[in-house]
């Protein structure tokens, strides 16, 4: 199968990983196929590390990267899946899926990997019907896909959804659209509620952690895990809860705004609650 991967960061490049490995071709695509580039020069270095770690074997790096493309947009037209990673933002969304809608085959079938945002809503307008399919972070590694219906989708494109997820060694869980689905109704306020906690001064924010991974056997806390997601789209999805919901519980805590404006994202920025060597 051909997967065209629109977003080519964390999510992105993990889902490209994922596909590759399973003998799909994986076409990676950026702002510019100069940064799809640069991206897959970081995936192949990420496998190469693993390789030298001796966690990966060297011609099972090799055939992933093989069928790691980066092309030209036009070179998505004929392609069986796009997924689209691009930023957690509507407008930005539904610009690139009308795009892909003029573009791409009858055919091909449209997904996204949205964290929160209405499917219904991004679907609008659109020739292709939209599955959600949202994977976590650590995409390799994470053994979940949630697979979402929005408004219109059809019940078959949610099975084949849900058997590709199986093909790809995922496992799938249907969800009715939601604000943040069903993980991220429940994790990024846990995330949010981790920074209220250091905020009222109860704890400092290595022991708020080892606090959650000792205390309930979390394989990290709430801090060192929105370094991992990125503070700008817990805000984000926050924000999304709230909007949606009008309820205060949702209410995204005014030092996560601070941290993301000062540019302390987390992992991906070498910042967060706590630091990282790039
Ligand atoms: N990419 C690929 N593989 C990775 C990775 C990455 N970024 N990070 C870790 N791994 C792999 C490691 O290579 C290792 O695999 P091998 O044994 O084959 O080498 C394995 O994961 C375990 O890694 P480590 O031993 O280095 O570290 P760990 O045992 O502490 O595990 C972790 C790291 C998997 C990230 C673990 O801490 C964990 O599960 N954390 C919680 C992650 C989580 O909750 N993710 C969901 C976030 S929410 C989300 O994604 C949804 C959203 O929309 C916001």
Redesign the pocket.
């Known amino acids: 199968m051909k997967v065209a991967i629109f977003g080519a960061g964390?999510?992105g490049s993990?889902i490209a990983?994922v596909f590759a490995a399973k003998g799909h071709t994986a076409l990676m695509y950026a702002s510019s196929v100069a940064s799809a580039q640069r991206h897959r020069d970081k995936l192949a270095a990420?496998l190469n590390k693993?390789v030298a770690?001796g966690?990966?074997e060297q011609a099972a790096a090799d055939d992933i990267m093989s069928r790691v493309r980066v092309e030209e947009f036009e070179a998505a037209a004929d392609a069986d899946l796009v997924i689209e990673c691009v930023a957690e933002n509507m407008a930005v969304k539904k610009e690139l899926l009308g795009r892909l809608d003029a573009l791409c085959k009858e055919e091909t079938i449209f997904a996204s990997?949205t964290?929160?945002l209405s499917l219904t809503e991004m679907a609008q307008g659109l020739k292709h019907p939209l599955v959600g399919m949202?994977?976590?972070?650590?995409?390799?590694?994470?053994k979940l896909v949630e697979v979402i219906a929005g408004g219109n989708t059809p019940a078959e494109l949610v099975e084949w959804t849900k058997n590709l997820s199986l093909e790809i060694g995922k496992t799938p869980v249907v969800v009715n659209e939601a604000p943040g689905f069903v993980?991220?109704k429940i994790?990024?306020p846990y995330c949010n509620e981790g920074v209220c906690v250091l905020q009222e001064g109860v704890a400092s924010a290595e022991d708020i952690d080892i606090a959650m991974q000792l205390g309930c056997n979390?394989?990290?806390g709430p801090l060192?895990?929105g370094d991992?997601?990125?503070w700008d789209?817990?805000l984000s999805?926050m924000d999304v809860l709230y909007n949606e919901t009008h309820d205060s519980k949702y209410r995204a805590n005014v030092l996560i705004r601070k941290m993301v404006r000062a540019g302390k994202l987390g992992i991906k920025s070498g910042e967060g609650f706590f630091s990282y060597n790039k």
């Open positions: 964390t999510m993990g990983q990420s693993k770690r966690k990966m990997n964290s929160s949202h994977f976590f972070n650590p995409v390799p590694v994470m993980v991220n994790l990024v979390h394989p990290m060192h895990l991992l997601i990125g789209v817990v999805i």
